[in-house]
């Protein structure tokens, strides 16, 4: 068994606090200061405004979304922490929701194997965990835009996936409209879709981060080198970080 141990706990947990401020540290003395990249800065705001959208379908979001598991490498434990974007606590299920703001359809796969690991970690308190990810298709290529690049004279040796391309035959995926229709399927993953357009809206008055053209010359960092150590002292990667777009501008 790869996990061994779990439970949920708020961000204000004294033993996640110093997790952070380990973390904290340790990027200090790994990386020369930059600034927030765009698309970092919009990934949150997606977050915020698809909690409230949650919100107003009646999803009734938990405080402890912060989930603290054991994992087994070798013969050390090693104790993780990993923000959940949002979760419900429905009595003995919970439905966990992944946000990802993207113009890949590959992002699907990396969210739901995020969503894959948080389930199982989760499964060892709780029976039964929906899993959601709430999609903001930022350019992901359609079909036409596909064949249209395909033909052109700078088209790629491998087509770029579309939504349709990833989704398949539906057998770990499954479209949504409302966050309910998840419980149908509570072995695979439920995605929902939003447009830019959709979440601009959302947005209302308040400026999002769009000037994404200001990251395309950025050399990204190089990731720092950080120990792994056993349980309790484990720094996460950037995936499983919950302030990896705050401390990836350090």
């Known amino acids: 068994m790869r996990f061994v141990r779990a439970r949920l706990?708020?961000?204000?947990?004294?033993?996640?606090?110093?997790?952070v401020e380990q973390m904290t540290l340790?990027?200090?003395?790994?990386?020369?200061?930059?600034?927030?990249?765009?698309?970092?800065?919009?990934?949150?705001?997606?977050?915020?405004?698809?909690?409230?959208?949650?919100?107003?379908?009646?999803?009734?979001?938990?405080?402890?979304?912060?989930?603290?598991?054991?994992?087994?490498?070798?013969?050390?434990?090693?104790?993780?922490?990993?923000?959940?974007?949002?979760?419900?606590?429905?009595?003995?299920?919970?439905?966990?929701f992944e946000v990802k703001a993207s113009r890949s359809a590959h992002t699907i796969r990396k969210a739901a194997t995020q969503l894959h690991d948080i389930r199982a970690a989760l499964q060892l308190i709780i029976p039964r965990v929906y899993t959601t990810l709430l999609?903001?298709?930022?350019?992901?290529?359609?079909?036409?835009?596909?064949?249209?690049?395909?033909?052109?004279?700078?088209a790629p040796h491998t087509p770029p996936p579309t939504i349709a391309d990833i989704i398949g035959d539906q057998s770990r995926f499954h479209l949504i409209e409302q966050p309910d229709e998840a419980q149908q399927w509570p072995d695979q993953v439920s995605i929902r879709r939003f447009s830019l357009e959709q979440l601009i809206n959302m947005a209302g008055d308040r400026p999002l981060h769009l000037d994404w053209d200001l990251d395309e010359d950025e050399e990204p960092p190089a990731p720092p080198v950080i120990n792994r150590q056993t349980v309790a002292d484990d720094p996460d990667d950037e995936t499983d970080n919950p302030f990896a777009a705050l401390l990836g501008a350090i």
Not at 135 to 154: F, K, N
């Open 9 to 19: 706990t708020t961000f204000d947990d004294p033993h996640y606090r110093a997790f």
């Open 26 to 96: 340790a990027r200090e003395n790994q990386r020369a200061i930059r600034p927030p990249r765009q698309r970092d800065l919009f990934g949150g705001e997606a977050e915020q405004l698809l909690r409230e959208w949650l919100a107003e379908q009646g999803q009734v979001l938990s405080e402890r979304r912060i989930l603290e598991y054991d994992e087994r490498s070798g013969r050390q434990t090693i104790r993780k922490y990993r923000e959940i974007d949002a979760l419900v606590e429905l009595g003995r299920s919970v439905h966990v």
């Open 135 to 154: 999609l903001v298709d930022t350019g992901i290529p359609t079909a036409e835009t596909v064949s249209a690049l395909m033909r052109s004279p700078d």
